[in-house]
């Protein structure tokens, strides 16, 4: 039954004179509940949601009246229970969370309940980008041929993903080769409002990947959260944040002739980054905002986790609405979308003084100029004049002070690569050798952590090592190795796209070229870019410099680069080699781009053909020429760089309706690949035997009532597991990338018949608990502070009356679970850091981890510790794992759980080996009482699990 709290239900009349209600906040602050005009345009978003769903519950009239007063710098100690209208999902994060369901649905068969009770309770929307890689570059056939393999590595977990989609009527799947969830999020799936039972309201969402954050170019909240979390969501549970401090950005003056959005983006995360808005809302609001074009909005909210806000907000007005009609949605659908926003008072640009914002900040756009950024860190901008001698500084500096650690002498040496064919290999180079060292990072790195070899698949045997056929290549520092127009950052963006297709038109016709050993290649984030590319003639010139478009998904941007070929990897780890790639992309951790490149810069489109042109970063592009024409003449940047004028001129061909509805009418159409792939049917899955897909453990004897004495009790005569420094990251502790032979995941996929060849990495086999939980901690670069000078997955288990042994931490694990002995982590500042990966807490969990004791953590990991039913503790009063003299050989108790109360203080009883025995205070993480509720369940998925059976 439809509510009327607060008697703010109204009626709002649409095109052709229909009728809809709506929860109308003007109606809200009449009626006395605060002065909502003054909010901000994000914040009023959430009011209307906690207003709409307010069901006496989970959300209450105080939530309402709370909200509805929020001030600009109060104390946050009130929990905002958000429900949003749907769900996306990237299939790196999506498969294992379809896994969760399945599994949810086998375990209310099992108790004789009805499996079709686990239904997502919103739209979800999936959409496969993460799982293509950079195998072919450079020629005409790199699509179909990266796309071919794509498929032959993930052909299970398609099989499983086709199962979803016609189990669950609310879960929809965008195949491989669409696009990028992101982009295909921005240009299709968000509709602006939604309609249900009579009632009208605003889109919102979370998604399960960072960079969810891009949809608040077009006036929705959403941001990225765990798998966990969204899994909650999507079965009807709120997502449950803090009340935001709100910074207001004011934007003024325009963009000069010559710089990008890229360039304003890269500005924007510098200023941000400094400003400290980590985990605040970020609204953008003033005259330069207004002036600002969609697409660049959505680059600039795209790099919100760069910045480190939870948002980048920019309200509804004109260009919003003109960016519907370009994008082919229906007529419809956008005026009820625009009478919406201007019943509810939220249309249009804020000018400055008309909103009450936590902080304010300006920029003119004037100001900025063209940049790179670099060479470890999104926030690090450099401007392009000064790259050369920035390059050069770092190059020198010292490795502690996050530079390389060289010579200037060496700066200018050159080596040749072997022949591929005359010569044998001198040494191993491929993804899991000469991976850089992170232990020289500052304390306060903040999210300047080496990712690692990332999301990287198993190489294609069918490298492209025959662009080196019979040549020999001179390689040096600061050369150029990767070229990438990649992520929907930048690909989204028409502007750079095409401003990046002139520049190609006019080198080529200059006569420049690139050199074929450069790995060049274009991944748009949609089918949307290549068509309005081929029909400006843009396509063409890129292809003719090497940007061919080699897949439809996030490639480069997320370490899916592929490997180089072998005699140029050989060279530069023989050499030690610092060589560069250049990328449109919004992420360059050291060795996330390539583990084999230490220094990655992020540009624009059009810098970055500029910069594959020049071949190195060590060419001041302002004072030195690109190359020589036919004619031998110098060529320069400015000769080449589009005007203005010349873009706006073919900026047509990219807001073409008829184009939008064309490539999202039918996804499936001429696409064999994904056609071809069989599938089970049915309610529930087979779990057919697979080292892809598994039936998780989480639902084993699970009954619908929870023990309370298991919930309640005390941590007692605990172990330690591990014992971490600061800023680990969730890729040390789940990594994503390739799976070792002699690890405990490669040696279960070997005894289960699976070939080394085919390993695939962590990232593509989430959906397999066996493969997953052996990964927990197994990262080759993990350092297990018990076992000084270590690196890997490695541990001391420790047995009363024996001696320690050393062993993996998997085996560890298992020989204290069967002893019924728990176990904690311990871990230092920003614990947790990084990509919002749920298998960093559900594999802690499966490894029998009770608690982690941190001096901090990121936001999303402490959130999906507790939804996976792993308490998360602070140390307090500046004491640390290093200050306590904890070594990982004591026993330890964790007292006072009987009661928990949000953010209450527990204690640590540390039992030293000598008998000596010391009592600390921490603080307990668990921050709201709905978290109590998850931990006490044993986590989020058995508490909705019971609540919807239960309430059946």
């Not at 080699?550 to 941007?557: E, F, H, K, L």
Request: aromatic share 8%; with cysteine.
């Amino acid at each position: 039954m439809t509510q009327n709290l607060f008697n703010c239900l109204q009626e709002l009349t649409l095109s052709e004179g229909k009728k809809i209600r709506y929860y109308s906040l003007p109606t809200l602050e009449k009626n006395g509940l605060g002065n909502i005009s003054r909010l901000p345009i994000c914040i009023r978003i959430i009011l209307e949601s906690v207003l709409r769903n307010c069901d006496g519950k989970k959300i209450t009239e105080s939530h309402v009246k709370q909200l509805a007063k929020w001030e600009p710098n109060a104390a946050r100690t009130h929990e905002i229970p958000f429900v949003v209208s749907r769900i996306v999902l990237q299939d790196f994060t999506g498969v294992p969370l379809l896994v969760d369901l399945a599994a949810m649905r086998s375990a209310a068969k099992k108790l004789g309940e009805n499996p079709e009770l686990i239904e997502p309770l919103v739209p979800v929307d999936l959409v496969v980008d993460h799982s293509i890689q950079v195998d072919h570059y450079g020629s005409k056939d790199a699509l179909k041929r990266n796309m071919e393999i794509e498929f032959e590595r993930n052909h299970e977990r398609y099989q499983f993903i086709k199962w979803g989609m016609q189990a669950f009527d609310t879960f929809k799947v965008i195949p491989p080769g669409i696009g990028i969830v992101h982009q295909v999020n921005l240009e299709h799936l968000a509709r602006g409002v939604h309609q249900n039972n009579g009632i009208v309201y605003p889109d919102t969402l979370v998604g399960t990947d960072s960079h969810t954050t891009m949809i608040n170019g077009i006036g929705v909240v959403g941001w990225g959260v765990g798998g966990i979390e969204a899994e909650a969501g999507m079965l009807g549970q709120p997502v449950y944040f803090l009340t935001p401090d709100v910074v207001g950005v004011n934007l003024t003056g325009k963009l000069r002739e010559g710089v990008t959005a890229t360039d304003l983006v890269l500005t924007i995360t510098e200023m941000l980054r400094k400003a400290n808005v980590v985990g605040k809302f970020v609204e953008f609001f003033g005259e330069g905002t207004a002036s600002l074009t969609v697409p660049d909005r959505a680059t600039i909210a795209n790099m919100a986790p760069e910045y480190g806000a939870t948002m980048g907000f920019f309200p509804v007005d004109d260009a919003t609405i003109e960016y519907f009609k370009g994008t082919g949605r229906n007529d419809d659908e956008i005026a009820a979308f625009q009478h919406y926003f201007k019943a509810q008072c939220m249309y249009g640009i804020p000018r400055q003084g008309e909103i009450d914002y936590s902080d304010m900040l300006t920029l003119d756009l004037g100001t900025v100029s063209p940049s790179l950024a670099g060479p470890k860190r999104p926030q690090d901008r450099i401007d392009m004049a000064d790259m050369k001698n920035r390059f050069t500084e770092l190059f020198c500096k010292p490795v502690e002070e996050n530079g390389y650690g060289k010579t200037h002498e060496e700066l200018d040496q050159r080596y040749r690569t072997r022949h591929l064919n005359a010569e044998e290999a001198e040494l191993c180079t491929r993804l899991d050798t000469n991976i850089p060292d992170e232990s020289c990072l500052p304390d306060n790195s903040g999210r300047n952590v080496t990712e690692m070899v990332s999301n990287h698949p198993t190489p294609s045997t069918e490298t492209q090592d025959m662009q080196l056929n019979n040549v020999t290549v001179g390689l040096g520092h600061g050369d150029i190795l990767i070229a990438a127009i990649t992520s929907c950052t930048n690909t989204s963006n028409p502007s750079v796209l095409i401003a990046a297709g002139l520049l190609a038109k006019k080198a080529v016709e200059k006569g420049l070229s690139v050199k074929r050993h450069i790995k060049t290649s274009l991944a748009p984030g949609s089918r949307v870019v290549s068509e309005y590319l081929t029909h400006t003639g843009l396509l063409a010139a890129l292809e003719k410099l090497g940007f061919n478009i080699a897949g439809y998904g996030c490639t480069t941007c997320i370490g899916n680069a592929g490997p180089l070929a072998e005699p140029i990897e050989e060279a530069v780890v023989k050499n030690d080699l610092v060589c560069a790639a250049v990328l449109s992309g919004n992420r360059n951790f050291e060795a996330r781009i390539h583990p084999n490149i230490r220094a990655n810069f992020l540009a624009s489109p059009p810098l970055v053909v500029a910069y594959a042109i020049a071949g190195t970063v060590l060419k001041d592009l302002t004072n030195e020429p690109l190359g020589t024409d036919s004619e031998n003449n110098p060529v320069w940047l400015r000769d080449i760089w589009p005007s203005s004028e010349e873009i706006q001129a073919l900026l047509k061909f990219a807001t073409d309706a008829g184009t939008f509805r064309k490539l999202y009418s039918d996804l499936t159409k001429d696409h064999p690949l994904w056609n071809n792939i069989s599938s089970t049917a049915g309610e529930t899955y087979n779990w057919p035997p697979s080292t892809y897909i598994a039936e998780p453990p989480f639902f084993e004897n699970f009954s619908l009532q929870i023990d309370k004495q298991d919930a309640t009790g005390d941590i007692k005569n605990a172990y330690a597991l591990g014992i971490f420094g600061d800023s680990v990251t969730t890729d040390h502790i789940s990594p994503a990338g390739a799976i070792k032979a002699a690890s405990p995941a490669g040696k279960y996929l070997l005894d289960n018949d699976v070939a080394q060849a085919d390993f695939n990495s962590y990232g593509s086999r989430r959906g397999n608990h066996e493969v997953m939980m052996r990964g927990t901690f197994a990262n080759v670069r993990i350092r297990n502070l018990m076992v000084p000078g270590s690196e890997g997955g490695v541990t001391l288990y420790q047995s009363e009356g024996q001696e320690t042994e050393e062993m993996s931490i998997y085996d560890a694990a298992m020989k204290y679970q069967s002893q019924d002995i728990p176990t904690v982590v311990f871990g230092g500042k920003e614990y947790g850091t990084g990509s919002s990966r749920d298998w960093a807490a559900k594999g802690t969990q499966l490894l029998g981890v009770k608690a982690v004791i941190a001096s901090s953590y990121e936001r999303i990991h402490r959130s999906n510790l507790i939804g996976m039913g792993v308490l998360p503790l602070q140390f307090i009063n500046n004491d640390s794992a290093q200050s306590l003299g904890i070594s990982g050989s004591e026993k330890f108790d964790i007292l006072g759980l009987g009661d928990l109360k949000p953010q209450q203080e527990v204690t640590l009883i540390i039992h030293k080996e000598d008998g000596a025995q010391k009592e600390v205070k921490l603080l307990c993480r668990i921050d709201t009482a709905i978290e109590i509720e998850y931990y006490h369940h044993g986590g989020i998925l058995p508490y909705v699990l019971r609540e919807l059976l239960n309430n059946d």
